[in-house]
Every structure is written in C-alpha cells, then in structure tokens.
C-alpha cells in the first residue's frame, strides 16, 4: 500500500512559479513510477508529468514541456513537480498517483495505469 499527499498549490499570477510536492507513505514508494496529473470541472482527468522509480526516465505532456519539471527524493519519499511560466490554463486540481507495476521502470501517460493516487491540490493562475 502507498499513501499519498499533495501539497504546494494556490494563487498565483500568470508568469510564476510553484512546486508541488507529492509525499508517499509506504514500503514500494522508492519501486513506483509516479505521475502528476491535472483536471478541472468537466474535463477528464489529464496526463502532466510522469518520472521513473529511478528518475532516469521522464515524461511530459506536450502543454507543459519546458515549462514544468518532476523531479523524486527517493530518501525523502517525495516527488516534486516545479511549474514555471504558468498560464490561467494550467489552473486545475492536481494529483499525484504512484504505479507500481513494472518495478516502476516504465512511465505512462494512462490514469488507470495508477494504483494509488492523493487527494489533490488546487492551483489557480491568475491573468
């Protein structure tokens, strides 16, 4: 079992910055890969970032390449996700969401791929 809390979001103006942490409680955290994703009303839930057990692989979606960073502290048990330059269309609720499968070596971009997921925090960006 992985339990896992979001934490990091909140307000702010188009062009900042914030770094969202996903921090896991649980034996087989440092042997999942882990993503983020975001949703908002209405909308399905969406593919944002995704990284290795190791952190050698990394995966993003094509709305937020160069812009945010996902990053582990394995020792920590925490995965981070770093969003610069955001944009009123990153303002969502983000998830993380631990896969276990695989030893977590591979990355994927499928929800239902994900065993364990947190309860999500709110980012608002501002125009």
């Known amino acids: 079992q992985v339990q896992l809390v979001e934490s990091g979001g909140g307000l702010v103006q188009a062009g900042g910055s914030l770094r969202l942490s996903c921090a896991a409680s649980?034996?087989?955290?440092?042997?999942?890969?882990v993503g983020w994703f975001r949703q908002t009303p209405g909308k399905e839930r969406e593919f944002v970032a995704g990284?290795?057990?190791?952190?050698?692989?990394?995966l993003y979606a094509d709305s937020v390449k160069g812009r945010f960073t996902i990053s582990r502290d394995n020792a920590k048990n925490t995965v981070y996700l770093q969003m610069n330059s955001l944009k009123p269309e990153d303002t969502a609720v983000y998830y993380c969401a631990a896969d276990p499968s695989l030893l977590g070596m591979v990355v994927t971009r499928t929800s239902t791929a994900y065993d364990y997921w947190g309860q999500g925090t709110q980012v608002t960006v501002s125009s």
């Open positions: 649980g034996r087989t955290f440092s042997k999942c890969a």
């Open positions: 990284i290795s057990w190791s952190g050698g692989n990394t």
